[in-house]
Nanobody, 119 residues
Framework: QVQLVESGGGLVQAGGSLRLSCAAS????????MGWFRQAPGKEREFVAA????????NYADSAKGRFTISRDKAKSTVYLQMNSLKAEDTAVYYC????????????WGQGTQVTVSS
């Protein structure tokens, strides 16, 4: 059972930056895709960004394009989310997730890390 542990959340002013990290518990990490999701109070969880583990292909939600960058370090079994130009509406709990299959649901989830952007 793979465990994912997020870190890097915190309080930042609007316009600032944060980098989230998500470390997997296994050195050999066999997933097809890793993603970042977020959930704001009173809202449903939403997709933010994802990366294909093997070749590094990425895709982003419209709200993240141009401001957020997802990346991975295979040697460390870690995925990152660099968030720049943060806005108050980015405030949420951010979760990383892993998916083994090419399509389908994400099987592995982290516990989440809080990001709060003050305006």
């Amino acid at each position: 059972q793979v465990q994912l542990v997020e870190s890097g959340g915190g309080l930042v002013q609007a316009g600032g930056s944060l980098r989230l990290s998500c470390a997997a518990s296994e050195r050999t990490f066999s997933v097809y895709r890793m993603g970042w999701f977020r959930q704001a109070p009173g809202k449903e969880r939403e997709f933010v960004a994802a990366i294909t583990w093997r070749d590094g292909g990425t895709n982003y939600a419209d709200s993240a394009k141009g401001r957020f960058t997802i990346s991975r370090d295979k040697a460390k079994s870690t995925v990152y989310l660099q968030m720049n130009s943060l806005k108050a509406e980015d405030t949420a709990v951010y979760y990383c997730a892993g998916r083994v299959q090419i399509v389908g649901t994400y099987e592995y989830w982290g516990q989440g890390t809080q990001v709060t952007v003050s305006s």
